[in-house]
Structure formats: C-alpha cells, structure tokens
C-alpha cells in the first residue's frame, strides 16, 4: 500500500473520532445547559440499601438521583459537643426541575419554586424497589402535620425537603408497640380468671334444683288451665243469668251495668291473659339455669296471683248476683206472691 493510502486511511480514521466527539459534545451539552436544584434532606434512620445513583422519583417519575450520603454532625455540627449532636443521616441529591415544574421550560426557574410545595406537605422518604433491597427516594405529598420537619439548628446549605419515614419503617414500628403492650398484659391472670369463672359456672349449674322447678312450673301451668276453665264457666253463668226473667225484670240502670259487667269482662281477654301467662312460665322455665333464686320468687308471686283468681272464680260461680252486687237480689214479683 502506499504512502498516500496509508494518509488517506488515517484522515477517515481522525475524521471519524472528531465527528464522535462533537456528537458526544452536542448530545451533552444539553444535560449540561438543563437547569437542576440541588436538595438535601435529612433521615432520622439507617438509609440501608440507598446508594450515590440511586433515583429520586415522584410518584413513579424519576426527576433526579442522589449525590451524597453522609452525616449532619460532620458538615453542621462541628462545633457542637458530640453528646448534643443529631443522629441524622444527611442524604443530597439533584433534581431536574423541567420534569415537573414549568418554569424551568419558561427561563424563569428559581430555587424557591419547591417553597410552596413543602409548605403543601411535600415529603421525601425511602422506599423499596422490589424485594432486592435496593431503595431509592421517593417525593410525595403528605399530612404535614403528622409528619413535622426534623428539629433543626442550622440553615441548610442546598434547598431542604423534610424526610417523612418509610412505610417499612412505620410497619416496624407499629409491630414494636403492638409487642410491647402485649408484654403489659397480664395474660396468664386473665386465663386464670378465665378457668376460675368457669368453674364456678359448672358449680352452679351442678347445683341448681331443676326437676324441682320444672315440676313447679307444671303445677302452676295445671293451676293456670283450671283457672281458664273456670273463667269459661263464669262466662257461661253470666251469660244464663242475664237471659233469666228474673233479671228482666230488674231496673233498666240495673240491666245495663250487667251487659256493661259482660262486655268488660269478654274485653278482659282472660283467655289471652293466661296465654301470655303460660308464655311466661315458658320463657321462666327456660331461665331456670341462669337464676335460680329470681325465679323461684316469680313463680311464688304467680302461684298467689293464680290462686286469688281462682278463688275469685269459685265465689263468682257460687253467687254471681252477690260478686256483682254485693248482696243477695230483691224477690221477683212471683216469689213475693202467695
């Protein structure tokens, strides 16, 4: 090959590496020219799995990426005595503003434009990306009074976002005080309370007289039936007296409190009385386990009731004028003649 091909070669070859260089060039200029903010925030955590690179998003969208990992006592407080020292983790980044602020595509962009958005709740804070264990930062907004800025004494150098904690964080947390109140429980005596209230319920139910009671209750559910009968027999009585001749012949006030006497006595509804009465000792005799003592006075009570009823029932059916009246009727015209 000769020397003029040998020159030619090498033109194409310094030709070529000059134009990629100048794309390069052109291709980076415009990153370069981007206008960018550069932020810090401060975590009150370990930022484990957080690397320099790893994105800044939000809300899905990478608008930057981390810088710097380090702590506030070395670039703030030097000069404080180590004790009083914050614990925090100072973690800087940069954002781009033109993915999410339209200043920035309108040459009017400023490091305040993030000012209202913190004061809205804006809030930066660690999430997982995955189950790898790599984290990167996430901007969102939140409850600012929830999550309230870091207590600070020194004036951020780079625009600062308050740092919330993270979800996992959080979790973590809350399980932690969920453990400790359990450890406050006294468990073992609430068992023991437990299996005692137990037992004394087994002795109890073991105690109580039930056959006793039952028979009770079928007596007075007998009593109870008898007092209906009688109560039809009074009915029918009062029904003969009123269609007898005799009474008749009685004044007309007189025959009206009688059919008034009737009337009451059908609303009275002692059929219905008796069957609300045999309901109850139904539902009594089915709390027979619950109290022994309540019901052995409710069944006493209702023994008496039944009784004066039916010794109502008997003097109504032997003297029926004299239940109504008080006394024994006049003499009928017929009786009082020879």
């Keep these: 090959m000769s020397a003029v091909h040998h020159f030619r070669l090498g033109l194409f070859i310094l030709g070529a ?12 200029t415009g990153n370069l020219l981007r206008p960018t903010i550069e932020m810090e925030t401060y975590i009150d955590g370990s930022v484990q799995g957080l ?3 790893a994105p ?48 920035a595509r309108e040459t009017l962009f400023s490091e305040n434009v993030l000012e209202p958005f913190i004061e809205a709740g804006l809030r930066v804070r660690m999430a997982a ?55 406050l429980l006294d468990i073992e005596g609430m068992v023991d309370s437990t299996v005692s209230a137990l037992h004394t ?19 007075l559910a007998g009593h109870l039936q008898e007092t209906v009968e009688q109560s039809r027999q009074l009915l029918v009585a009062a029904e003969r007296l009123l269609q007898d001749p005799d009474i008749a012949a009685l004044p007309g006030e007189t025959r009206g409190t009688l059919r008034s006497l009737r009337e ?41 009731v039944t009784t004066g009823l039916r ?13 109504i009246f008080g006394g024994p009727p006049p003499r009928s015209a017929i009786e009082r003649s020879p």
């Design 51 to 53: 690397d320099v690179g």
């Design 264 to 304: 009451a006595v059908e609303r009275a509804d002692i059929g219905g009385l008796v069957t609300q009465i045999e309901a109850v000792v139904v539902r009594l005799d089915r709390g027979l386990e619950i109290n022994e003592q309540k019901l052995a006075a409710t069944l006493s009570d209702l023994q008496a």
């Design 129 to 183: 990306q995955g189950i790898t264990g790599i984290n990167y930062l996430e901007l969102d907004f939140l409850d600012p009074t929830t999550h309230p800025q870091l207590p600070i004494a020194w004036e951020p150098r780079s625009v600062y976002i308050p740092s919330a904690p993270s979800i996992a964080l959080q979790f973590l947390e809350y399980a932690e005080s969920v453990l400790r109140r359990i450890d």
């Design 17 to 28: 590496i000059g134009t990629l260089v100048v794309i390069l060039v052109v291709m980076g």
């Design 311 to 323: 010794s109502l029932t008997e003097d109504a059916r032997r003297n029926p004028a004299g239940t």
């Design 56 to 103: 800044i998003k939000f809300r899905g969208v990478t608008i930057g990426e981390v810088t710097r990992l380090g702590f506030t006592s070395v670039e703030y407080e030097q000069q404080v005595s180590p004790v009083e020292r914050k614990r925090y983790v100072l973690v800087e980044g940069r954002l781009r503003p033109d993915r999410f602020a339209s200043t």
């Design 201 to 219: 319920l087994e002795r109890t139910v073991a105690d109580l007289d039930t056959r006793s009671l039952t028979r009770h209750a079928e007596d």
